[in-house]
């Protein structure tokens, strides 16, 4: 007759804890790192209401170029106007414009209204200000964290599709010469799971502040949206 075996109560603890860490890995896994989606947003309305002060200065207001600052120049700098996705991919092939990807400080949202696609300079800046935003991020329990491109280049025929939900689309957008994006000041990517209020307002002047220093360097104009939670730049 086989013996029953008996866990000592040290054995039920071991166990457990295990099972939770497994758990708690493959949420962290499968769990979106937007912190505005899934069980991280959850916990975080659960939990993150705690703050830490990063002592950072404001310079999200200090954006404040204007359209007519900058459209001539950004039209002769940049690539012509295209009507479709096909005129603009034969730029590409040309080597006019660059496909941009996830890269060091950013990733590329899914664009509804534009196309993965700047010029050399655009590119270039783009790149220039993820490095230094994750610079400036290190050393914080922040470090590691992205921000996200909301829109790029966009077409002729784009813009007539983007009129129909935003009437206030402008018909003379540096976006349709390449040197343009918008990031998002609102949602970023962060290997933290709890993000407070303060985590993110941290990661949006943070961001902002680098974006300045660059337009300090006359490498790029830029705007804080209000509206559209999201700052407009250009390559200069």
């Not at 790192?33 to 309305?45: E, H, M, P, S, T």
């Not at 010029?119 to 914080?140: C, D, H, P, Q, Y």
């Not at 970023?188 to 941290?202: L, Q």
Request: aromatic content about 12%.
């Amino acid at each position: 007759m086989s013996k029953r075996i008996k866990v000592k109560p040290l054995g039920y603890v071991v166990i457990s804890t295990a099972l939770i860490f497994l758990v708690f890995t493959m949420i962290s896994i499968y769990s979106p790192r937007d912190v505005n989606k899934g069980f991280r947003y959850y916990i975080n309305k659960k939990t993150g209401s705690g703050c830490i002060s990063y002592r950072q200065s404001i310079y999200s207001r200090k954006l404040k170029d204007m359209l007519p600052d900058y459209i001539e120049e950004s039209s002769v700098s940049g690539i012509s106007r295209s009507s479709n996705k096909r005129e603009l991919l034969r730029k590409a092939g040309k080597g006019e414009l660059f496909k941009i990807r996830n890269g060091r400080g950013y990733e590329v949202e899914d664009l509804s209204y534009s196309y993965p696609f700047l010029t050399k300079n655009g590119k270039a800046l783009l790149r220039e200000i993820g490095k230094r935003f994750r610079k400036k991020v290190s050393g914080t329990r922040l470090s590691g964290s992205d921000f996200k491109i909301t829109s790029m280049t966009r077409t002729t025929e784009i813009l007539i599709k983007l009129r129909k939900s935003n009437s206030n689309a402008s018909v003379n957008s540096p976006h349709f010469y390449g040197n343009a994006f918008d990031i998002s000041y609102v949602k970023f990517s962060s290997p933290k799971w709890f993000i407070t209020d303060c985590d993110k307002y941290f990661l949006k002047e943070a961001l902002a502040e680098v974006i300045w220093q660059l337009r300090d360097e006359h490498r790029c104009w830029a705007t804080y949206e209000i509206k559209q939670g999201c700052f407009h730049v250009v390559a200069r």
